[in-house]
């Protein structure tokens, strides 16, 4: 008889794994400055289009400029991948974009699926994001948990039906343990003893 797939992480990207917000607002002043819109906080409807297009070629050729990895973040994905958990990414940033990131930051090695905007119809929010991505790890498995910053990744948590730990270093605008979270976590390198602690209690 065949063992279950091991235990499944999936993670949130920016915010959880990586510090983007130098790369992201660069990227968004250069466009605004050089075409005189506003791409954060949207344009003319005829503009936006083109503005969004500039933004993702520039902030492509520069994501990894000043962006890196949350201290903890390599040597707790490679503890995790030695442990036997499927890894992988979720996120609403666009679907090449994140594998660039990831790759530039030596880390898509660590992770078994990577799923951002595009790659499917529907949007990381959606039920059927998180049934994609366990279809493409193999299963549920032993269980599967989530790992974010935001309410979002709580809320996917929840429709799921799974726990989800949350990182205090991420974006949100409010404290994350006002979130719902099952387990916020200040130092990354907490998050195998919060698992461990989980996996205790539901046996």
């Known amino acids: 008889m065949t063992n279950p797939p091991s235990l ?17 607002a660069a990227a968004a002043k250069v466009v605004d400055e050089r075409m005189g819109g506003d791409v954060t906080h949207g344009a003319d409807a005829s503009v936006q289009p083109h503005l969004e297009a500039a933004f993702v070629a520039y902030y492509g050729a520069h994501l990894a400029d000043k962006s890196r990895a949350y201290p903890g ?15 992988a990414v979720l996120t609403n940033k666009l679907h090449d974009l994140a594998v660039q990131l990831l790759s530039a ?7 078994d699926v990577v799923l ?74 907490e998050i195998p003893s919060r698992i461990r602690a989980f996996l205790a209690g539901a046996s």
């Open 8 to 24: 499944a992480l999936i993670f949130d990207l920016d915010g959880t794994l990586v510090d983007t917000t130098a790369d992201l």
């Open 73 to 87: 973040v390599p040597a707790t994905l490679s503890q995790l991948k030695a442990s036997g958990a499927r890894l």
């Open 105 to 111: 930051l030596d880390l898509g090695h660590y992770f």
């Open 116 to 189: 951002g905007a595009g790659q499917i119809a529907v949007d990381k929010q959606d039920p059927r994001a998180m049934r994609h991505v366990n279809d493409a790890l193999g299963g549920i498995g032993a269980g599967v948990m989530v790992i974010g910053d935001s309410i979002t990744d709580v809320q996917i948590a929840r429709a799921a039906g799974v726990p989800v730990i949350l990182v205090t270093c991420g974006y949100s605008r409010e404290p994350s343990h006002t979130l719902g979270g099952d387990a916020p976590v200040d130092d990354f390198s």
